[in-house]
């Protein structure tokens, strides 16, 4: 299979490389001064299996709810992953990182996060250590102004670049900053590439060990850019984010309380309705100004991430009973869903869906009800342009109260094939008997699609 054509002088290196190594994965035919690459497809149809099945097997294991079997498996797939970057002419650690790019997109990204957390900062002091046994400090010496002047272009262009891209995606100018510093530094997979480039004999011993320097100096200087940036926001920012974090001295009594997973329009709402009620809550969010709004009405609401264990314990969730989480993001959903059924069993989760399928994948993380974000907003607009259009409100309320049965009817239908208990947060609670009197009051009546909260 011809995948490019190339007409480079370059390419003399690459075919001498690759035909003298004899690398299963590519070949480079030469026909006068042109060259080919042909993949072998031998190396392709087993990745493409790999990742085919990948989905089906987990599915499996977390049916049979066995851990020890679950991390084998995982193992299993690095492993393989990494033997078959091996066979195609890479490195195994190529291969490794392959592996974590497939298991990240599937929904068991976060168990499998779970297992390995133990293992992660041994590996990674491991993997620096043996980073750091390869730098050179008299390399540093003798070539200090290149160093210094290619780790200045490397720092400040990227923190310049993320910033411009922060700032074109709707973030506000500080934070964009601060997200431009921390990811300012160079990555641990520099490293790999680096080393694969070396090996492929793309680049010289001398220049790797340059830029090994350079990628290692700029990750030591992380810290002092996140201070940097803390420093910058706490300068031009009118509030600090370190005031606004929770503290459990100011939770710790709390008891059977409701937990508020996002401050925005909807979380607004239901804390409107719990204090009104005089029910105890608390609220998470991670924009620091809806934070701000919240403390100025004198709420408890806090800066954090409701999708992490530690943010969750300083707000008392071992002591909570429920959580309404209304975040915008549906990943940040399905996130803290799974933090709470994971790590405070004992908190039932009431959280927003974004369609059907992100809903039925919030119930396979643990929610407790599941209830569409558009469903009744929509049934009210459809109610206010049809009183518009000279309908008769019993005809309005007919109407409506028709499609919303026949949707949740068909969600009921759709959760019952897909192995789903929980009818996707409503219950079908069918109407009285028609022996009733017809002019009973209207508070006697129970139409369809009775929230199961």
């Given amino acids: 299979m011809i995948i ?71 193992l299993l797939v690095i492993l393989g992953t990494s033997l078959l970057t091996a066979r195609a002419g890479l490195s195994m650690a190529l291969g490794a990182f392959l592996a974590g790019l497939l298991l990240a997109e599937t929904e068991f990204s976060l168990q499998v996060e ?76 520099a490293f790999v590439a680096f080393g694969e480039a070396v090996n492929q004999g793309i680049m010289s011993s001398h220049l790797s060990s340059l830029l090994f320097l350079v990628v290692g100096i700029s990750m030591a200087l992380t810290p002092w850019l996140a201070a940097g940036g803390q420093l910058i926001a706490s300068r031009f920012e009118q509030h600090d984010v370190r005031s606004l974090l929770p503290v459990e001295s100011e939770t710790d009594d709390l008891q059977d309380h409701i937990i508020i997973c996002g401050f925005g329009r909807v979380g607004q709402i239901i804390a409107q309705l719990l204090s009104e009620r005089l029910i105890p809550f608390v609220a998470l969010d991670v924009r620091s100004d809806r934070v701000a709004v919240g403390r100025a009405l004198d709420l408890p609401v806090y800066f954090g991430d409701a999708g992490s264990r ?55 993380a643990g929610a407790t009800a599941v209830v569409p974000e558009t469903l009744e907003p929509s049934l009210q607009l459809a109610a206010a342009v049809l009183a518009q259009a000279k309908l008769p409100m019993s005809e309005i309320t007919a109407t409506i109260n028709e499609f919303r049965s026949r949707h949740l009817s068909e969600l009921t239908e759709l959760c019952e094939a897909s192995g789903s208990s929980l009818g996707y947060g409503f219950s079908r609670i069918m109407s009285k008997p028609k022996s009733q009197p017809s002019d009973s009051s209207d508070e006697n009546q129970i139409n369809e699609g009775t929230l199961a909260i």
């Avoid at 072998?40 to 066995?66: M, S, T, V, W």
């Avoid at 009973?321 to 549906?330: E, F, H, N, Q, V």
Wanted: net charge positive; glycine share 8%.
């Fill in 4 to 74: 490019r054509h190339y007409s480079t002088f370059q390419l003399e290196l690459a075919l001498d490389s690759c035909n003298a190594a004899a690398i299963p994965f590519a070949r480079v035919l030469r026909m006068g001064n042109h060259f080919f690459f042909q993949l072998g497809f031998q190396a392709i149809a087993e990745a493409l299996g790999l990742a085919a099945l990948l989905r089906p097997i987990y599915k499996q294991i977390a049916e049979n709810q066995n851990a020890e079997i679950f991390s084998a498996n995982t």
């Fill in 310 to 364: 530690e943010v969750l314990h300083k707000v008392g969730a071992e002591r909570a009973c429920a959580a309404a989480i209304t975040l915008d993001s549906p990943g940040a959903n399905y996130r803290t869903v799974w933090a709470l059924s994971k790590h405070f069993p004992n908190v039932k989760t009431f959280v927003r869906a974004h369609d059907i399928d992100h809903g039925l994948n919030l119930e396979k």
């Fill in 114 to 189: 779970s297992d390995i957390a133990p293992y992660r900062g041994l590996l990674l002091g491991l993997f620096f250590m043996t980073v750091g046994m390869s730098i050179d400090p008299k390399l540093l010496v003798s070539n200090f102004p290149v160093i210094m002047g290619t780790l200045g272009l490397l720092i400040g262009g990227k923190a310049l670049l993320v910033a411009v891209v922060g700032k074109l995606f709707g973030i506000s100018i500080i934070p964009a900053i601060r997200v431009g510093l921390l990811l300012a530094p160079g990555g641990e997979f």
